[in-house]
C-alpha cells in the first residue's frame, strides 16, 4: 500500500513540474517573482503548524510544494516550479535564522549563516535552526511552534473573552489579534474549544475611549467629568443616569481590573475622598482644564489593602478582629485576606485563627453567612454583637 502511495506521489511530482517547465517556457520571466519568498512564508504561517490533526481529528496543517505552486498561481499569478520553492524556503529559513539571532542590532552575515547551516546538515542539527521544516511521513512543510506557545495564545485570548468591561464586538477583535500568532488551524480549534461559555458583556462600546481620555487626564494631571449609570427595575436592558444626570467631577489616579471589571479610582470633588467608579458604567468623558485634587491622599494609600477592602468586603468601620476557620479554609482566607499585616495560628487540630483588620459592613457579614457553621468571630464583643443584630434583622423577615 505504501509502495503504491509514493509511485502516486512520485508520478503527480513529475506531470507537475513538466505542467510547470511548460508554463515558464511560454511566459518568458515571470511577474512578482521577488515576493515569492514573502507570500511562501504567509501562506505557511497561515496554513501549517506542529500539529498532526485539527480540531476534528482530521490530518492536516502541512503543505506540499504542490499545494504552495497552486496557491502562488491561483492567487497571483506566480509560476513556481518545486526548486524553486525548496530554494525559496531554504533562504527563509537562513532570514529567520538571523532575525532570531540578532544582538544588540545586529546580525550575522549571509556567508555567517551559510556556515552554519553547512556545519548543521553535516553534524545532524540542521532541523534545530529551521523554522520550516519539512515532515517526510506527510510529506509537506510546516512552521514549528511559534514565538508564543499555543497555551499562551489561548490564555489571552480567553482572558479577553472573560473581561466584562469589553463588549463583545471589540473583545472578538482584540482575540483575533492574539489568534493571529497562530496557524488558521491552531485558531479554529481554540475558538471551538474555548468560548462556548455566554459571558455577561458590557453594552457600553466607549469604554476604550473612556479609558484614553482618563490616561489622557491622568499624564496631564487634569481632572475629569462624566455621568454615572445605573440600571433600573423599569428597563434592565438600559441603564439611567445616576443623580439625575448631574456630571460627576473627579481627579483620576489610576485604573484596577478587579473581577474581570475595569475602574477608576480617583478623588471626589463631591465627597472629598477617593472613590472607585466602573469604567463602563461612565458616559461622556470629559478632560476639564482644571489641576487635579487628592494627590496626597492618594500617596498615602496602601494600594493592597484598599483593593482588599474595597473590592473584597466594601467600605465599612475598619475594626481588628479574630476569626476562626475550620482548616480546609486556608487557602480561602488567604485569598481573601492575604498574608501581610495578617497573623494566622493555630487553634486545634481541626480550626485555625486569623487575626487582622477588616471593614465592618453588611457585605463582610453576608460572606461570612456563606460559611455557615466553618467559620466564627472570636472578638471582639462588638462584631459579634453587630453580626448577631445583622442575622436577626433578617430573621425578622421571615
Not at 511577474?31 to 512564508?41: C, E, F, V
Not at 488551524?185 to 455566554?198: G, P
Not at 494627590?295 to 475594626?319: C, H, I, K, P, V
Request: one cysteine or more; charged letters at 30%.
Amino acid at each position: 500500500m505504501a509502495g503504491s502511495t509514493n509511485q502516486e506521489f512520485k508520478k503527480q511530482l513529475r506531470k507537475t513540474e513538466q505542467g510547470t517547465e511548460k508554463r515558464l517556457n511560454r511566459h518568458g520571466k515571470q511577474p512578482h517573482q521577488r515576493m515569492k519568498p514573502y507570500l511562501i512564508l504567509d501562506f505557511l504561517m497561515r496554513q501549517t503548524d506542529e500539529d498532526g490533526v485539527d480540531y476534528k481529528g482530521e490530518a492536516e496543517h502541512v503543505q506540499s510544494a504542490f499545494d504552495i505552486a497552486d496557491y502562488l498561481e491561483s492567487n497571483f499569478g506566480i509560476n513556481a516550479d518545486r526548486r524553486s520553492i525548496y530554494a525559496d524556503i531554504e533562504e527563509i529559513n537562513k532570514i529567520l535564522y538571523m532575525l532570531q539571532n540578532m544582538e544588540d542590532g545586529e546580525c550575522l552575515t549571509i556567508e555567517e549563516v551559510d556556515e552554519e547551516f553547512a556545519r548543521a546538515e553535516e553534524e545532524g542539527y540542521l532541523s534545530d535552526l529551521q523554522t520550516i521544516l519539512y515532515d517526510k511521513t506527510r510529506k509537506g512543510f510546516y512552521v514549528r511552534q511559534r514565538k508564543y506557545d499555543l497555551n499562551d495564545i489561548r490564555l489571552l485570548a480567553e482572558c479577553v473573552y472573560a473581561a466584562r468591561f469589553i463588549d463583545q464586538k471589540r473583545a472578538k477583535k482584540l482575540a483575533d489579534v492574539a489568534l493571529s500568532h497562530l496557524s488558521e488551524a491552531q485558531a479554529r480549534k481554540i475558538n471551538h474549544d474555548a468560548f462556548l461559555v455566554d459571558r455577561t458583556k458590557t453594552t457600553n462600546t466607549n469604554v476604550y475611549y473612556s479609558v484614553d481620555t482618563i490616561n489622557g487626564a491622568m499624564t496631564r494631571d487634569k481632572k475629569i467629568s462624566f455621568k454615572y449609570l445605573k440600571y433600573t427595575i423599569n428597563d434592565v436592558s438600559k441603564q439611567a443616569e445616576r443623580r439625575q444626570g448631574k456630571e460627576y467631577v473627579v481627579s483620576p489616579f489610576k485604573l484596577l481590573i478587579s473581577d474581570s471589571n475595569y475602574y477608576l479610582l480617583a478623588f471626589s470633588d463631591r465627597d472629598q475622598e477617593m472613590r472607585t467608579y466602573r469604567v463602563d458604567r461612565m458616559k461622556g468623558v470629559t478632560e476639564l482644564s482644571d489641576k487635579r485634587d487628592g494627590e496626597g491622599e492618594f500617596l498615602a494609600l496602601d494600594m493592597g489593602s484598599f483593593t482588599r477592602r474595597t473590592f473584597g468586603m466594601f467600605s465599612g468601620n475598619r475594626q481588628s478582629m479574630t476569626l476562626r476557620f475550620i482548616n480546609p479554609l486556608l487557602d480561602t482566607a488567604i485569598d481573601r485576606f492575604g498574608t501581610k499585616g495578617v497573623r494566622y495560628s493555630k487553634a486545634d487540630d481541626a480550626h485555625f485563627y486569623l487575626e487582622t483588620e477588616v471593614d465592618i459592613s453588611d457585605q463582610f457579614f453576608a460572606w461570612l453567612c456563606g460559611f455557615g457553621r466553618k467559620v466564627k468571630i472570636m472578638g471582639p464583643d462588638s462584631v459579634i454583637t453587630a453580626f448577631s443584630e445583622y442575622l436577626d434583622k433578617i430573621r425578622s423577615m421571615y
